[in-house]
């Protein structure tokens, strides 16, 4: 794999309206070779469409994207882009070494389809038909096939549905592996732990719009990072908002939560000013609490 370019995705203004429903609504993004990238966000917020225009399978209302420096049609007809969609239909009257032996004929330069098989973990499969192959085995089969050209770039949609646990292990420690090699990964899931866990990066989409980008901790960070809840007697909430680091505050009876950009400050504050506080319980906020706080429905919608 020789292609180089200085983004490995390049979208600017994309813009896709189906009547009065803005399903994108000026969409940037930036991703770079080697990157992990998760895209997210909850039903309906516009990644599929992003995906779609992304790959050229929709064309957008107004914006431009380059993948590995060429149009998506040439990226893809090319072999620099490898795509693995969920709901992708199978040829059932073939084998799968038969399904991946017919995509690499159609690249320039394609993995052998052994090695193709190898990566994917389904070797041991590719002398069945995938009408007797389970949800996740079919998942693995369209991995091979999204691998067989060689690409720089891979694009997955739900790559791990319908996989079991040691699955999706393996699933995962393969893309790692491909990646080390300097290929780029944008993938689109529901699994928030798995975004956390494996993305360099999440994207996440709101209404057609990026509400938050960068590395999981950065965007933890936009929503107040950390969680510290202690009993304090006799606090108010304006004493304890006026923590410093303190985002938010709740408060029930003596039970007070603080949201907090970072952890220590506000503590030491904390247990300086109440000194009778106590069972104090720190934790970092994940992945899955800044989702549904970067996602939650504007006051207007509720």
């Known amino acids: 794999m020789e292609r180089t370019h200085r983004h490995a995705v390049a979208a ?8 009065d429903v803005r399903a994108v609504d000026g969409i ?3 991703i770079e070779p080697g990157e992990v990238v998760a895209l997210l966000g909850p039903n309906g917020a516009g990644k599929s469409t992003m995906i779609d225009m992304l790959l050229g399978l929709t064309r957008p209302d107004a914006g431009e994207v380059r993948l590995m420096g060429e149009t998506p049609a040439e990226a893809v007809r090319g072999g620099a882009v490898g795509v693995m969609l969920q709901e992708a239909a199978l040829l059932d009257d073939v084998t799968v070494r038969e399904i991946v032996v017919m995509i690499a004929s159609l690249h320039r330069a394609p993995l052998p389809v052994e090695e193709a098989l190898r990566r994917a973990g389904v070797t041991d499969l590719a002398g069945r038909r995938p009408a007797r192959l389970s949800g996740g085995q079919k998942q693995r089969v369209r991995f091979a096939m999204a691998l067989v050209s060689d690409p720089g770039l891979l694009v997955l949609d739900e790559p791990t549905s319908a996989m079991d646990v040691g699955v999706r292990r393996e699933f995962w420690a393969a893309v790692r592996s491909l990646t080390g090699a300097g290929r780029t ?3 689109a899931t529901h699994h928030l732990e798995e975004a956390e866990k494996h993305a360099d990066r999440v ?9 938050a980008d960068g590395p999981v901790a950065a965007v933890i960070s936009e929503v107040g990072g ?7 007697p006799g606090a108010l909430p304006e004493e304890l ?4 680091g303190v985002t938010a505050v709740e408060l029930r009876g003596d039970r007070a939560e603080l949201r907090c950009a970072d952890s220590a400050a506000p503590l030491r504050e904390l247990l300086a000013r109440f000194p009778a506080a106590h069972d104090v319980e720190v934790r970092a906020l994940s992945l899955e ?3 549904l706080r970067l996602t939650a429905p504007l006051p207007e919608e509720v």
């Open 28 to 30: 940037d993004l930036l």
């Open 241 to 244: 908002r006026a923590l410093p």
């Open 226 to 232: 950390w969680t510290v809840r202690a009993a304090v």
């Open 289 to 291: 609490e800044a989702f």
């Open 12 to 19: 600017h203004g994309l813009r896709k309206h189906y009547g």
């Open 185 to 187: 990964v944008l993938f």
């Open 203 to 211: 994207v996440l989409v709101r209404d057609g719009r990026v509400v």
